[in-house]
Antibody, heavy 123, light 108 residues
Framework: QVHLVESGGGVVQPGGSLRLSCAAS????????MHWVRQAPGKGLERVAS????????YYPDSVKGRFSISRDNSKNTLYLQMNSLRAEDTAVYYC????????????????WGKGTTVTVSS | EIVLTQSPGTLSLSPGERATLSCRAS???????LAWYQQKPGQAPRLLMY???SRATGIPDRFSGSGSGTDFTLTISRLEPEDFVVYYC?????????FGGGTKVEIK
């Protein structure tokens, strides 16, 4: 059974940092691109970071570029999101999602999602 | 960047009725690389459709997808009570991936 479990969320002051983790199981993690997608309260979905299966490519939208960093440890089947210089507008549920593509140099769609971890940025 | 516009924002229907959700792209989505997700309150999104018209594993056949180019549609043939939730489209034909703003299907 494919499983993604996020952790590391919490309450942090503006300007602070957090590191999210996503433990993957039930599929060949090293063969799939991965994504972090967030959802602010009452809002839609926003992809905030993606990484190809081998880490050779990473994507960030302008809203987080230079502040967030995605990484993966294929030996531990774990995805990470380092979030620095956090702002109030970063408050959201952060989901880890598996990309359907296998050993692809391209991002496809997200076929499995974790339950999410909540990040609240507030003083 | 391809902008996806979903309409209507809210769709008010009764159980048993047919729902038609639209996702319009600002540019042509190559290879019909369009996916649909369903999100229930307090839950993560779930993949419904990919490639515009292929159902994901375990998705009931009352859900169907169609379209190409810039116009895509998700149809729910007969609404069940659990279908009254939010739906998102996402294109993966061009970088960067983008999501639509969502359509909420509510009980009339």
């Amino acid at each position: 059974q494919v499983h993604l479990v996020e952790s590391g969320g919490g309450v942090v002051q503006p300007g602070g940092s957090l590191r999210l983790s996503c433990a993957a199981s039930g599929f060949p993690f090293r063969n799939h691109a991965m994504h972090w997608v967030r959802q602010a309260p009452g809002k839609g979905l926003e992809r905030v970071a993606s990484i190809l299966y081998d880490g050779s490519n990473k994507y960030y939208p302008d809203s987080v570029k230079g502040r967030f960093s995605i990484s993966r440890d294929n030996s531990k089947n774990t995805l990470y999101l380092q979030m620095n210089s956090l702002r109030a507008e970063d408050t959201a549920v952060y989901y880890c999602a598996k990309d359907e593509g296998r050993t692809a140099d391209y991002y496809y769609y997200m076929d499995v999602w974790g339950k999410g971890t909540t990040v609240t940025v507030s003083s | 960047e391809i902008v996806l516009t979903q309409s209507p924002g809210t769709l008010s229907l009764s159980p048993g009725e047919r729902a038609t959700l639209s996702c319009r792209a600002s540019q042509s989505v190559s290879s019909s690389y369009l996916a649909w997700y369903q999100q229930k309150p307090g839950q993560a999104p779930r993949l419904l459709m990919y490639g515009a018209s292929s159902r994901a594993t375990g998705i009931p056949d009352r859900f169907s997808g169609s379209g190409s180019g810039t116009d895509f549609t998700l149809t729910i043939s007969r609404l069940e009570p659990e279908d009254f939730v939010v739906y998102y489209c996402q294109q993966y034909g061009s970088s960067p991936l983008t999501f639509g703003g969502g359509t909420k299907v509510e009980i009339k």
